[in-house]
């Protein structure tokens, strides 16, 4: 049995990566068999104003095209924020082995938050799932990317026309 060895620190370097390009910075390294990386990419939605270009769906769509296959039992997923369910479906459907993360989405995770998708019935195939490797640093990159992107602009203030007093109505006769 070969020795467990996390190629998180790869998919930061991808999440970093797509932050220098302006993208939320989530990265994704898929590894083969052989323990060897098959494809690596961070996020490209807005460079490729593509909405699934989502750095997991990046990795195995790279990986199915060189092994001409939909299918990629018997790899392993690295990805720096937990997967949407969008990219959590894509995940079954590819037939990942285990899927290893780093930060939780509360807001829009789709694997242990919000729609769960693996433990649906009509969900094909779930991975082994492992969670918070090197969350800390995944949730560091994502939180000083959101920062130095800003705030929302303050909404404006809404016109009102000047309210009147029964008094400035006048009387109708």
């Known amino acids: 049995m070969t020795a467990f060895r996390s190629h998180m620190d790869v998919a930061l370097a991808e999440a970093r990566a797509a932050a220098t390009r302006g993208e939320v910075p989530v990265g994704a390294v898929l590894v083969g068999p052989s323990g060897d990386i ?71 995770g789709g694997t242990a938050h919000g729609a769960r998708v693996f433990s649906h019935p009509q969900c094909h195939h779930a991975p082994e799932v492992y969670d918070g490797i090197a969350a800390t640093e995944a949730e560091t990159l994502l939180k000083g990317f959101f920062a130095r992107a800003g705030q929302p602009p303050a909404p404006l203030p809404i016109a009102r026309a000047p309210r009147r007093s029964c008094s400035d109505r006048g009387s109708r006769s």
């Open 38 to 108: 098959v494809a690596r990419a961070g996020n490209r939605t807005r460079e490729l104003s593509d909405p699934t270009a989502h750095a997991e769906t990046l990795v195995i769509r790279a990986a199915c095209a060189a092994s001409g296959s939909e299918r990629l039992a018997d790899h392993d997923l690295y990805v720096t924020l937990e997967p949407c369910p969008m990219c959590a479906a894509v995940i079954s459907f590819a037939r990942i082995r285990r899927l290893y993360y780093g930060a939780s989405d509360p807001k829009s």
